[in-house]
């Protein structure tokens, strides 16, 4: 049956009743992108450009209402009303499909051309030299961020979802018709060998018979060669270490002879799943590359360090919720150097892993897609991995990225000039290495307030009912449709604060790459760290901090010196808006103490402890591979040795309770796991991260909530201060 004739037995239903809204959604949709186009005529029939006798000023006279003078009803109604029919849409399409997604995104680039021939007509400032030169600067720096955005726009509606196709084409995976060789390759430098067992054992478990694994030790440590003896797998150390992963994998290459070639991180565990739900796949000849998501098992230290862990999606999750699946419609699907599959035969046509740059993976799909391969991205969450465990592995991490992506400039692998692309994957592509110049302009959006405040330079020149008629359509517009467009995985004010806390050495890594683009070496993120107190990392935050403190002297400067300017109330919520998500940014430096190395998970298993003369029941809250809490409704003596019991596979691990504590009216135990066998080892390991839809896609806070958890996050320090005495007082 083609894909394009299946159809879900489950989705029947839904399909038709989209398929009805889809209808009048669509004239609608149409209505209000005609509706738009005509209110920018309008707007511009009415400009000084245009004269008051114009042919556009007649014809639309009667359309629409001059905003003049300072009626607050005729301001604001483009955004009230436009406003609630986008809010119309995504009610009636609460995830985006493709022609919500067109209506949605139709407006609002709508709005965002009228804004730009706004600013470039009525509102640059040439009244001085300085004026002048930083108005164009300005401009120029949001002319980045919108190119970026604009980009996206046109891309977004070809997103494409593969889901409905791996439903078919692992049929014939599990019924083996189709069962490839499969070589799964896991490259490792100073892993420790307690992370890299989790990532063995996951690969063991896979649902698939036809598949070798190999572990590639660029760094020749008896210990791992050891390890992969006791686990009965196959071991390679690279002798050479050159060319970093890269040439890790490429001398694996050499030793394997798969059909098919899976790359796992050291540190990614995959679910039972993952080869029946990616090999079907490559029964198209022309596919070289199934690429699946990056997900985290522990939270990203920006989240961990404003207390917001439980409350924040990691920051990968708008890339492959959103981004990924854009580029997979423009062809163009982002190797992202785990959790992938690979044809060999693809790999062998361009002489292996690319090893001109840092990112090895980014650059060895460009070269499948300039030969003409096919690479697909399939967004179920089917392996996940350990995220940095510091802000400054963190930060590590995305400044090796960056160099990276932007080596593209300089080898022959840059998908904006290499032979073979067309022109909708370059698009793509240059999306891409454009997000990492998105960082520079944001050290001029900083400066602003202050250059006005010490200088008294206005590179705006704008009055309050110009920014609520021109500006405010817009910027609202995207408050209420950006966490739609990324399946709610991510909100403006998360990723400006996210942005925040790297912006500075984000922005001298681009530059530095740009005049010096091999400077630095491959440095791999590290993995099971160990804190026993806070620590605060003062070099990442000078910057912040400087920034911060010029913010906050410019709004006493502004208040004090310039009350009665025309300008005042912009430039001060400006510099406010600064300050505020500056300061939050700051706490993400503060390091929480790490005191075991496994991560704890939170669960709701039920479970049974079992004692020499008893047993009772309750549910397992948090587990690792260390211990687990367990929470039960009735009170028992500590201390004591027991088997914990889980009631939905049976496993089984020797036990002891460490501490008790009463919660409301129930009781917490801690329990510690006792000499595991290898083989409960493996059971534990297995359930803890291999059972198929095990990880989610969470749902980002909206823009309101994320804003009072940045608020919140501003007393994050006071809060640790009170639990430090609390806790010294007991």
Not at 350 to 376: H, M, N, V
Request: proline content about 6%; aromatic content about 12%; hydrophobic content about 45%.
């Amino acid at each position: 049956m083609p894909i394009s004739q299946f159809t879900p037995p489950s989705s029947v239903s839904a399909a038709s009743s989209l398929k009805r809204h889809s209808q009048w959604l669509k004239l609608l949709g149409f209505s209000l992108v005609g509706l738009t186009g005509l209110l920018i005529l309008a707007d511009l029939g009415r400009s000084p450009l245009m004269g008051q006798d114009s042919v556009v000023t007649q014809l639309l006279s009667g359309l629409f209402i001059v905003p003049s003078g300072n009626n607050l009803l005729l301001l604001v109604w483009p955004t009230l009303g436009f406003v609630l029919l986008t809010q119309l849409i995504i009610y009636f399409s609460p995830s985006p499909n493709r022609w919500s997604r067109v209506m949605v995104i139709a407006i609002v680039s709508a709005f965002l051309l009228r804004y730009l021939v706004w600013r470039l007509a009525f509102s640059l400032n040439f009244s001085t030299v300085p004026n002048g030169v930083f108005s164009v600067l300005l401009m120029v720096s949001e002319g980045v961020a919108f190119a970026i955005v604009i980009i996206q726009f046109f891309l977004l509606p070809h997103s494409h979802d593969r889901q409905r196709e791996a439903d078919i084409y692992s049929q014939a995976v599990i019924s083996k018709e189709y069962q490839p060789t499969v070589d799964i390759l896991i490259p490792t430098h100073n892993e420790p060998a307690f992370i890299l067992k989790r990532t063995i054992f996951g690969c063991q478990a896979l649902e698939y018979e036809q598949k070798k694994i190999y572990i590639l030790d660029d760094g020749d440590r008896p210990e791992i060669k050891k390890l992969c003896e006791q686990l009965n797998c196959h071991y390679i150390a690279y002798p050479e270490n050159r060319h970093a992963k890269g040439g890790n994998l490429n001398f694996g290459l050499q030793q394997t002879q798969g059909e098919l070639v899976t790359v796992f991180d050291a540190d990614f565990v995959p679910t039972r799943n993952f080869l029946t739900r990616t090999v079907g796949f490559f029964q198209q000849e022309n596919l070289a590359l199934v690429q699946t998501p990056q997900t985290f098992y522990n939270a990203d230290p920006i989240a961990t360090n404003l207390g917001l862990a439980q409350r924040l999606p990691s920051e990968e999750e708008p890339f492959y919720r959103q981004i990924q699946p854009m580029k997979d419609g423009a062809r163009s699907v982002l190797c992202a150097g785990t959790s992938f599959v690979m044809r060999r035969s693809a790999l062998d046509s361009i002489g292996g892993f690319d090893t001109q740059s840092l990112s090895e993976d980014y650059f060895t799909g460009i070269r499948l897609s300039a030969q003409g391969y096919d690479l697909a991205y399939l967004n179920e969450k089917l392996s996940a991995g350990l995220a940095a465990e510091s802000i400054s592995a963190h930060l590590m991490q995305r400044l090796r990225w960056g160099q990276g992506t932007l080596q593209a400039f300089f080898i022959e692998a840059n998908p904006l000039t290499i032979p073979g692309l067309n022109w909708r994957q370059r698009l793509a592509h240059l999306e891409g290495l454009l997000n990492w110049f998105g960082v520079l302009p944001r050290i001029f959006f900083l400066m602003i307030p202050p250059l006005y405040a010490v200088f008294g330079i206005v590179p705006l020149q704008v009055t309050v009912s110009q920014l609520l008629y021109f500006f405010l359509p817009y910027y609202c517009l995207q408050l209420v449709t950006f966490h739609w467009l990324n399946y709610r995985s991510r909100s403006i004010f998360l990723s400006e604060l996210y942005a925040l806390v790297s912006f500075f050495p984000v922005s001298i890594t681009v530059v530095q790459t740009l005049f010096n683009p091999f400077g630095k070496k491959f440095q791999v993120t590290p993995k099971g760290l160990l804190r026993q107190r806070y620590r605060y990392d003062y070099q990442l935050a000078l910057p912040v901090l400087i920034f911060l403190l010029m913010t906050l002297a410019c709004i006493y400067g502004i208040l004090i010196n310039y009350q009665s300017q025309v300008n005042f109330n912009w430039f001060v919520i400006w510099a406010i808006f600064n300050s505020l998500f500056l300061a939050s940014a700051l706490n993400a430096f503060l390091d929480v103490p790490k005191r075991d190395i496994y991560t704890w998970l939170s669960v709701r298993k039920p479970a049974t402890l079992i004692f020499p003369h008893g047993l009772v029941a309750g549910e397992v809250i948090k587990i690792s591979e260390k211990g687990a809490e367990f929470l039960l409704n009735t009170d028992i003596t500590p201390d004591m040795s027991c088997e914990l019991v889980f009631e939905d596979n049976g496993l089984t691990l020797p036990s002891r309770i460490t501490q008790k504590r009463s919660q409301g009216k129930s009781t917490l135990l801690k329990l510690e796991f006792l000499s595991l066998t290898l083989e409960q080892e493996r059971a534990l390991i297995e359930f803890l991260f291999c059972q198929p839809g095990t990880w989610k896609h969470p749902i980002s806070p909206g823009e309101l909530q994320s804003l009072g958890l940045i608020l919140q996050s501003l007393f994050r320090p006071l809060a640790l201060l009170l639990k430090s005495r609390r806790q010294q007082n007991l």
